[in-house]
């Protein structure tokens, strides 16, 4: 009996979405690895159009924006909480933070726990980006978001968040060798 994941469409009540490419259609539902693709496949619709228009808009690269978000939601940060919580890696961040300085966005200042460390924190021109994006970053979200209840919105959340605190359960690399678990 194949897993109910695999074929979600030929039970799904709404049906299949109309124009679906055959290959999108294999890669969401009959595939074995269908979370992580479904994972990226809606991120993409969020991220493609988002990070394009602020580029357009604001000219900065994702990782520029990336960092400038950062800072919007939380000051005071150094670049490796930054890589941390992104993904990106050191040097990418490193050049977006660069950027962002020379053009006066961000401000590096001392590490008032460590005056041998920095900390970053977003200057009044950077929150001036910042605040016009949220609106357009939220409207997509609510977009994305919109064909599901109230409750189901909110077990989606819950469900993610269940997978979101597993991950430091999970190996960070994946060595030639390793046998699945």
Not at 137 to 142: D, P, Q
Request: proline content about 9%.
């Amino acid at each position: 009996m194949p897993e109910p994941h695999l074929h979600a469409l030929s039970n799904d009540p709404l049906g299949t979405p109309s124009g679906l490419d055959p290959l999108i259609a294999q890669k969401l539902w009959r595939n074995p690895c269908w979370f992580s693709f479904r994972i990226n496949y809606v991120a993409l619709h969020f991220n493609i159009p988002v990070y394009g228009w602020i580029e357009k808009t604001f000219d900065l690269t994702r990782p520029e924006f990336v960092v400038l978000y950062s800072l919007g939601l939380q000051g005071g940060v150094a670049a490796r909480d930054i890589c941390a919580s992104s993904g990106f890696p050191k040097p990418t961040i490193s050049r977006a933070i660069q950027q962002l300085l020379k053009r006066k966005l961000i401000s590096r200042d001392a590490d008032p726990r460590d005056h041998r460390s920095y900390v970053l924190n977003i200057a009044a021109a950077g929150r001036s980006i910042f605040d016009a994006t949220m609106p357009v970053m939220v409207e997509r979200e609510r977009t994305m978001l919109s064909r599901l209840t109230p409750g189901e919105r909110s077990m989606l959340s819950e469900l993610l968040a269940k997978v979101v605190f597993d991950t430091p359960n999970w190996p960070t690399t994946i060595q030639e060798g390793d046998k699945p678990t």
